[in-house]
């Protein structure tokens, strides 16, 4: 059984690759693809900027779109895209933890979404410790 599934995993591996060729992303961002579209994420501070492309790497058109995101220390946000001059669409984020987030665009044929991950960002700020009489401070 188990030498039987190894030939399998390989065979939906190539499968999967010969659909998504490994895209350059045009804007030196992060690209996960679904379906009939690709969506590239790029990270700058709290600004994310969010592409539609097609399967080869090209830029589409796309209405507008939301990214539901949710950080490391569990909290949530729903930011709508902000159309850009290139072309993206933009959103900020104010929490600065790493997160996950699956940007939503709207197309002429309904809607394309992938899931990505920001990998490590700045973290939370470690909480001060108190000072107590037996630390050697005195005030």
């Avoid at 790497?57 to 779109?65: K, L, Q, Y």
Wanted: hydrophobic share 40%.
């Amino acid at each position: 059984m188990k030498h039987s599934v190894l030939p399998i995993m390989f065979l939906v591996n190539t499968f999967l690759q010969a659909q998504y060729p490994a895209l350059t992303p045009p804007h030196q961002g992060q690209v996960a693809c679904g379906g009939a579209y690709c969506i590239e994420m790029v990270l700058s501070g709290d600004e994310v900027r969010f592409y539609l492309l097609d399967t080869l790497g090209a830029a589409v058109s796309a209405w507008g779109g939301v990214a539901y995101v949710r950080f490391a220390d569990n909290s949530t946000a729903n930011p709508v895209f902000e159309p850009i001059k290139d072309g993206g669409f933009r959103v900020v984020l104010t929490n600065p933890n790493a997160f996950t987030v699956v940007p939503s665009f709207k197309t002429g044929e309904g809607f394309a979404s992938v899931e990505l991950r920001s990998g490590p960002r700045m973290s939370i700020p470690p909480i001060p410790e108190q000072h107590n009489a037996k630390d050697g401070h005195k005030h």
